[in-house]
Each structure stands twice: as C-alpha cells, then as structure tokens.
C-alpha cells in the first residue's frame, strides 16, 4: 500500500533546499542580494517544513529509502522513524525561529562574509538533517563530519582573533577525538560482518562484553559533542567565539544531534541496555549537571555563562535517559519509557529556550557591543522587548512552572519517584540522590538567571557609556523586527511547550513505544489537553493550563481589589539608598559579587585567583579568574603527552633523502617477509 | 469530576485562608512578646498595618521598571495559588490537582525569583545584596523541602498533596522514623523559607543583616501591603504543608462535610500550637551568622535523605 505521506522524501528534499540555498548564497549579485534578503527567510521557511514532517514521522510507520549516491556498492541508505521525525521536528521547528533572527542579525555584514556565512549556516543545517536521516554508518559519519567541519568555518567566523582561532581548533580536535569513538563504536557493533546498514547492526546479536565496549565508545564519542564532562572544554570556547544565531544553533540544535545519536546507538542500535550502563550515565550526568551549573555563576561573560548552562542541561538530560536505562535495564519498560521520555522533552525544551536566550545574548552585544555582565545595567528600559524575551527564557530555563524548563523536570522527578520499584537496594536508594542533584542545580540555575536579568536587564547601567545616547543618537536600541519575530517564536515555543505538555507526552510516548517495545503505563492514557497523567490519576497530575489561569486571575482579582477600594496613586522620587547619599551606580552588585555566596560555599570546587585591592588604593580594582581544573589534570597532561610522543616520532624525520630511501627499503624487505 | 460544592468550598477555603493568615502572625508575635515579657500587641495588629498600608502613597524610584510594579501582585498571586491547593481543612480540592508538591515548591520559587528581581530593579546596592543572599538561602533550602516532601511521596506513593493526606491521615497513630527525620528538617527548612531566626531576622533593622527586608526596602504602600501579606499567606502555607503531612488526623476526608466544624476546630488548634511554637524558638534561638546557614540548610537537606533511606530500609 502506499502511504499518502512521505515525510521521508519532503524532508531529503527540505535537507537539499538548504543545500541549494548554501549554494545560491555564494552569488554575489546584489551585493549579495540573495544572501541578505532571501537566504535566511527561505531557511526558515525549510525549517518549518521540516518540522512538519517531522511530526508526521511520529505517527507514521517506518519509512527507508536508499538513494544511487555514494561510493561504488556503498550506497546512502536514509530511514525515518519516531525518534528521527521527532529530532527532524526539533531542528526545523528551532532552526526556522533562529533562521528569521540571523535575517535581521546578518543584514550589516559585508557581502564576502555575508556569502560565506550564508554557505555554511545551511550546509550545516543540511547536515544536521542528514545526521537524523542517515541509515547506515557511512552516510552518518559523513553527514557527522560535515556538521564539524561547517560549524567549525562557522565558528572561527572572526578568524582574525587569535582567541577565535584557538576556540576554534579546540573544538575541532574533541569533535575529531568524538567522531574516532563514535567510528570505532560502529565498527564494534558490525561484528565483522563488513555491513553499515543499521539494519545489520541492530540485528547483530553482540556479546555482552563487546556490547559494553560499543556503549562506552558510543557514550563518550556522543558525549564529547554533547559536551558532557570531562570532554565539555570545548563548549565555553566555542559558544561565545560564535556569532549568537550560531551559538543558538550549536547549543540548541548541534548539542541534540549528539544525544540523538546516543539515544539511536544505545536503544536501537545495540539493544539490551544493561542497568549498569544508566548507572555511569546518571553518575556523569549528575557531575556534568553540578559542574555547569556550578562554573556557570562564576562567569561575567554572558555567552560563556549561557555555554556553561549548556554543559548543566546536557546532563539533565543524561539523568533522564540513565533513569530511564536503569529501570529497562531492570526490566521496567514502562518507568524506562518515562525517563526516555523526559530526557527527550528536556531535549526539545532546552533547544527552545537556550536557542532563545543566546538570540537575546546576540541582541544585548549587537545593541550595545557588551558581553560582560559587568558592563551592563538597565537595559531593560531601551531594550524592552529583548528584557521580555530573554525573560521567558531565563524563567524557562530556571525551571518555574508554568513555562516548558519545569515540565521535563517535573518528569524527571516522577521518574526518579518510581525507584521503590526497583528491586536492588542500592540503585533504589541512590537514585533519589540524583533527583536532589537534579533540586539542587534546578534551584541554582534559578540563582544564575536572577543574577543575569537583575544585572543585565535591571538596576542602572554600571558604564557610563550606556547610560546616556552618544552623539550619534542610536546606541543601545531594541532588536530589530526580525530579531524580534525570532525570539517571539521560541518565546512562543517556552508558552506552548510549558501549556500543552500532554500532546507532547503522547507523541514521545509513540517514540518511546518505538524504541523499548512499549510505552507508558494505560493510566497515561487518561491524559488529555487539560491535564497531564504520566502514570495515574492517583500517582501524579499537573495541570499548566489550569496553573496559568488561577495565578493569572488571583492576580488580576488582587490587582482589580487593591484598585477599587483604595486608589491607584502614586509619586516618583529617587531610590532608598538607607541614608548613604553616595550610591552610584558602581555600588550596585557586579555579577562576580552576585556569585561571590557560592564561591564561599562551594570554594574547593574552583581553581580561584583573586586581586583584592588595598584598603589605601586610590583607584581600586577586583578582578576574579576562575579557571577549570579539568585543563590541569586531564587536558594539559594529555596535550604534554602528546608533544612529547610526537617529539620523540619527529626522530623519524631527518630530513635527508638516504634516509627516507632506507625506510622504503626496509618496508619493502618487511612486506616481502610477512605477505605472501 | 469536578462536583459544584466542592468547587465553591475550594474558593471559600483559598478566601479563608487569604483572611486568616494575618492572624497567625498576629498571634505569634502576641506570643513573642508575652514570652519575652513584653506587653502585647492586638492580635489584630497585622491588620491595621495592612490597613494603614493600603491608605498611603506609593512611592516609587524613578528608574523603576515594569517588573518591580508587577511584582508584588505575582508574589500575592503566587502564595494564593499555594494557599489554595494545600489540604488545610478538608482533602477535597478540586484545583489540588493541577500542582502537586512538586509545583508547589515551584510557586514558591517562581515568588522567589520575582522578589530577587524586583529587588535588584533599582539599582540600590542593599537590594542587590539582598536578592544575592535570598537566592542562596533559597538554592540551599528548595533541595531540602523536595527531600522532605519526596519522603512523604514515597511512603504514599503519589506527589499529590490530597492523596497523600489521606493516606498519611489513615495509618495507626505511630512514629515513623522516616517522617521524623523528615519533620525535623522541614521545620528547618520552614524557618529558613519564611525568613525567621535563626536564619533572617523579620524585625531587624540593620540593613547589613537582612535578607528578606534588604529585598523590600524599595516598596511603600499597597505594594509594602500585598508583599506583607503575601509572606503571612507564606507562613501559613507552609504551616498547613507541616500539619498535612506530619499531623493530618482530624482534616476532613473527600465528601464528609459533617466533619468540616471539627476539622476547623482541629486546624485552629494545631495553628495555634505551632505559631506559639514559633514565637519560642525565636525567644529561644540568637540569629546565626550568613555564612553559618549553608550548614544549617545542608543538614536539613541530610535530614531529608535520610528520611528517605530509612524509608527504603525500613521497607526492606
């Protein structure tokens, strides 16, 4: 029978739409006329496509497909399942938000990087879509390797900079170091049968030995593009060297594809998940979590504290899927399949509002040219509809019901409440330790976004600079119309997200149901729009839309009351500064003093240096350096080893032609003892 | 589902418990002041304050934006949602399903964060610090409560606060350790969240030790008067979670509204036992330094797992 729908062939055409768009904006009519005005529109017209087909994937069977393409006897092989239409749905839904903003955040770019800009911002949309689609490990790692590699030209977009470059090839050696595990994985799991479809490999019966080695391959070579611990040193380089609507892109999308491929190789792929393989991902989760979030209220920079975010929400979602291992690996479908399903709601929740916050980043640094928090001040009142955007994100991202951060986590607490369940003691006890892991960086995440909005949005601005228009007139103005309609659709998205979870439940039911065999338990099914049952009624309900309208109208009733019986009035003055007449505005917390309560608490944590100035300084000045203490006990001696084996392998280099002959020589005699 | 009575006494109790907050304000500081040998004020002074309050002038900063204006309605907003899904005297809500605990530690963080924000909004250096150390005693303090009322979700096995009342209120009159570990640290953690000693000092007036009135130095007037009720509305809040989860016999069961008088009477009693116990504690207790509350908190949050590790031993 044929299906009526094929999201599999709209979304390789939408795929090679953005292809061709890359290439199109490579013209240079115009001055680049293409590129500045239709690029990034169409692209989010691709997008929205995208996700539409996407969300047909989930409720439609399987698809596959094998295109004439590739190496002789080595063709593509492309394939569409729930968990693929549901990441297809995630990248074109964001990517199209994040698209319209690059129109307004590109449009002064001179045109030879506008065109190069333009080329590499579809080609890795292109690839990340080939990522998802792909079927057989060549395809994959293909589509894997053009997504570093155009991200990478994206990054170093500044090349100038030697900080930029430096980021830059950063990232490109631990995307390398995670591509070599993930290769290395595939060929664990075709167990020398020479085939790369996924279809050989998930039927490949694995020993469990080797089945462990595929996991651990698979979950560090996944983790290190994720930018789980210790492989995240890349992530905070690289976010801020990006321009924003390319850190929106990498962090809100990129990051997925990554757990994307984690989720396809450990559920699908392998098959089998043993508990003790949840165990290692909730451990490193829980560490990647704290250390995020941790490292995160230590930063000024805001695109860096919005990097290290990423790294804390990274491992959220490793909690819910090593959850969700643990109870599969258990034998309990239906408490793994709620795990999956939280882990991957938090998926496309972080996606939204972290795509969002770093649009509103880019929008505070086009704006006002300023990245460090400790600059800013006040710009709520000549950045309005940036102030609102970014606060929905931040309130999302800080976990607050009603908005989509608290939903995943409400999830994930639910999953870890099922652990009376479990039968092994230990696992049972520990688990709600990492659902307090999960409070705590919950409740500190809250703490870093009052820091960033209360700092960069409210009080009043720290530089002089800012305070006033210089002469010419337009410093410091809102976003454009099109930045703006960007972050309005993810904002929308946090609203949507947050109000409908139920909807959203049952269509990653249906993935879940796809990858473990079954999904959650009949009680869910009495979910509706209204009200979402993840279980049963008796266990656990919660109800957004119901939240919003009793908080919306207790409010409004209070507001109305306090109105008609007393009186609305109201006189301005200066601020209480509590009889100090010398409050100016440098009295005002910095974002290192906000965190300065943490730095006491958690102080063993941070490798700190710290500038106090004298009491008799007539200009004083605090300056605060934390650093990462991975660099020093993991990266700096790997990178030490590696200049010492390579300068001992440069011995082998003489440089003198006698030599290099005797080596041919050699290898010959050699080749000729040992292959007949 | 959704029965018209029970609908109309979800509203009477969320206006009861709006209007009687004060009281219990009233009432422990009327205990403070008597155990501290002072002459005591009107239990009903919260009230004339309120009153007195509402009659004046807001002032506001100059440079003061939407948020801080917008503020002190979410936080009244915020705690009334709160008041309205907490089984104060019968288990029957019909809006007490859609927050379980978990949203519910969620409104108070979302209140939380309000406040932090407003209070950074002018640009006074006391409101900064302020939001800072509210922000701390707040990441040290909502782990905790979660511990607390996940113990409580494990032995009734569900997060709601109705079913969990009514399983808790069933069982014979006997102490389980896991609720007592539980009940010492959500004590803590209710000193600590409703900004009394020995964490915050709710009648201090020295600007370098507040927390919570360091926030609320910028607010006059209606504003002043709905954050005020707002945290009475907080306290007795978090009084009815303990009392629904640690002494729940004598709330009223789904549909028996013959037991309603003798589950006020029940509630005023328990209320007045615990807002003396309040007042003695603070009689009792000196205010601790800042940086002391981090310990204060983290041994409330060990309590909490503890609570639930002796509820899995317990359980085989």
């Not at chain 1, 990498?250 to 990051?255: A, K, P, Q």
């Not at chain 2, 997060?159 to 896991?178: C, K, M």
Request: aromatic share 12%.
């Amino acid at each position: 029978m044929e299906p009526l729908a094929s999201p599999l062939l709209d979304s390789l055409v939408a795929a090679v739409s953005w292809l061709v768009i890359g290439a199109l904006a490579l013209v240079p009519a115009g001055n680049a006329f293409f590129a500045r005005r239709l690029a990034f529109p169409l692209g989010a017209l691709i997008g929205l496509g995208l996700a539409g087909f996407g969300l047909q994937a989930i409720w439609l069977p399987t698809q596959q497909m094998t295109l004439p393409l590739g190496l002789p006897d080595l063709p593509f092989h492309l394939r569409v399942d729930p968990l693929a239409g549901f990441f297809l749905m995630l990248l074109g839904s964001v990517s199209a938000g994040i698209s319209v903003y690059a129109t307004g955040y590109f449009r002064e770019e001179p045109a030879g990087r506008l065109a190069l800009i333009g080329l590499q911002y579809h080609v890795f949309l292109a690839s990340m879509a080939f990522v998802i689609l792909a079927d057989d490990a060549y395809l994959f790692m293909v589509a894997w390797e053009t997504m570093a590699l155009s991200s990478y030209f994206l990054v170093t977009t500044d090349h100038k900079l030697p900080a930029i470059r430096s980021a830059g090839f950063l990232y490109l050696l631990i995307a390398h170091l995670g591509a070599i595990a993930i290769l290395l994985c595939f060929g664990v799991m075709q167990g020398g049968h020479g085939d790369y479809t996924f279809d050989t490999l998930r039927s490949a019966e694995l020993d469990p030995r080797w089945a462990t080695v595929a996991f651990l391959l698979a979950f560090f070579g996944f983790g290190a593009k994720a930018g789980m611990i210790p492989l995240h040193a890349w992530l905070p380089e690289a976010h801020p060297a990006a321009p924003s609507p390319v850190s929106a892109l990498m962090s809100g999308i990129m990051l997925k594809t990554a757990i994307y491929g984690m989720v396809r190789v450990i559920y699908d792929l392998i098959g089998g998940v043993r508990w003790e393989w949840g165990m290692l991902v909730l451990a490193i989760g829980a560490g990647t979590t704290l250390f995020g979030v941790l490292y995160a209220l230590m930063q000024h920079d805001l695109k860096r504290l919005l990097a290290y975010h990423s790294v804390e929400n990274i491992g959220i979602i490793l909690l819910g899927l090593g959850m969700s291992m643990v109870f599969v690996g258990f034998g309990h479908p239906a408490a793994g399949a709620l795990g999956l399903i939280a882990a991957l709601y938090h998926t496309l929740n972080h996606a939204v509002f972290k795509g969002l916050l770093f649009l509103g980043a880019g929008s505070i640094l086009h704006a006002t040219g300023l990245r460090n928090l400790n600059d800013m001040g006040g710009l709520i009142h000549k950045m309005p509809h940036t102030a609102f955007y970014f606060l929905v994100g931040a309130l999302a991202i800080s976990a607050l019901p009603p908005l989509n951060g608290f939903v995943s986590e409400w999830l994930t607490f639910q999953t870890a409440l099922q652990a009376s369940i479990l039968e092994n003691g230990v696992v049972r006890s520990l688990l709600p330790l990492f659902a307090a892991t999960l409070a705590l960086a919950g409740a500190l995440t809250a703490m870093c976004f009052v820091k960033v909005f209360g700092i960069a949005f409210l009080g009043r601005p720290r530089e002089p600079r800012h305070a006033a228009p210089d002469a010419a007139g337009d410093q410091d103005h809102d976003a454009g119309m099109m930045e703006r309609l960007g972050m309005a659709w993810l904002a929308a998205g946090c609203f949507v997200l947050g109000l409908f979870p139920t909807s959203f439940l049952l269509m990653l039911n249906r993935v879940a149901v796809s990858l473990t065999g079954q999904g959650l338990r009949e009680g869910a099914v009495q979910s509706n729009w209204l009200w979402l049952v993840p279980i049963e009624s008796e266990r656990a309900t919660y109800s957004p839309i119901v939240f919003l309208i009793v908080i919306v109208c207790v409010t409004l009733l209070t507001f109305i009351l306090v109105r008609r019986f007393y009186h609305g009035r109201l006189r301005y003055s200066e601020g209480w500064g509590c009889g100090y007449s010398e409050l100016t505005a440098r009295t005002q917390d910095s974002a290192d003093a906000f965190g300065q309560p943490i730095r006491h608490v958690f102080g063993p944590l941070y490798l700190m240096q710290r500038h106090m100035p004298a009491a008799d300084d007539p200009a004083p000045r605090f300056s605060l350096k934390i650093e990462d203490r991975h660099w020093y006990w993991l990266y700096l001696p790997v990178a030490r080893l590696t200049e010492y084996v390579s300068s001992k392998i440069a011995l082998l280099q003489q440089g003198r032609i006698s030599i290099y002959l005797l080596y041919s020589f050699v290898t010959l005699i050699a080749l000729l003892v040992f292959v007949r | 589902m959704i029965d018209a009575p029970a609908i109309a006494f979800q509203i009477l109790q969320s206006v009861f418990v709006v209007l009687a907050a004060p009281l219990l304000l009233g009432w422990a500081n009327q205990c403070r002041a008597w155990l501290q040998n002072r002459s005591a004020p009107s239990i009903l002074l919260p009230y004339y304050t309120l009153a007195k309050l509402f009659h004046k002038d807001a002032v506001i900063a100059h440079n003061a934006s939407a948020v801080f204006r917008v503020t002190p309605y979410v936080m009244f907003g915020c705690m009334w949602l709160a008041a309205g899904i907490v089984p104060v005297l019968a288990t029957d809500l019909p809006f007490a399903p859609a927050a379980d605990i978990i949203a519910l530690v969620g409104v108070f963080a979302l209140a939380r964060v309000f406040s932090a924000l407003a209070a950074m909004d002018i640009g006074t250096a006391f409101g900064g610090l302020g939001a800072r150390r509210e922000m701390l005693i707040g990441f040290l303090a909502e782990p905790a409560m979660l511990m607390v009322l996940f113990t409580a979700a494990f032995i009734s096995g569900s997060t709601q606060l109705n079913t969990i009342v009514e399983t808790l209120g069933h069982r014979e009159f006997a102490i389980d350790p896991s609720l007592a570990f539980a009940a010492v640290a959500f004590l803590m953690v209710l000193l600590a969240e409703n900004a009394r000693i020995p964490i915050d000092n709710p009648t201090t007036h020295l600007e370098l030790t507040m927390i919570h009135e360091a926030m609320i130095l910028e607010y006059s007037a209606r504003h002043l008067a709905l954050i005020e009720w707002a945290v009475a509305i907080k306290l007795f809040a978090y009084m009815t979670i303990g009392i629904a989860l640690f002494v729940p016999w004598g709330i009223a069961e789904a549909g028996n509204w013959g037991a309603l008088p003798l589950a006020f009477a029940a509630l005023a009693a328990k209320l007045a036992f615990a807002g003396a116990g309040l007042a003695l504690l603070e009689t009792l207790l000196a205010k601790l330094r800042l940086f002391l509350a981090p310990e204060f908190l983290s041994t409330a949050f060990l309590l909490g797992v503890l609570g639930i590790l002796t509820h899995f031993l317990a359980r085989g």
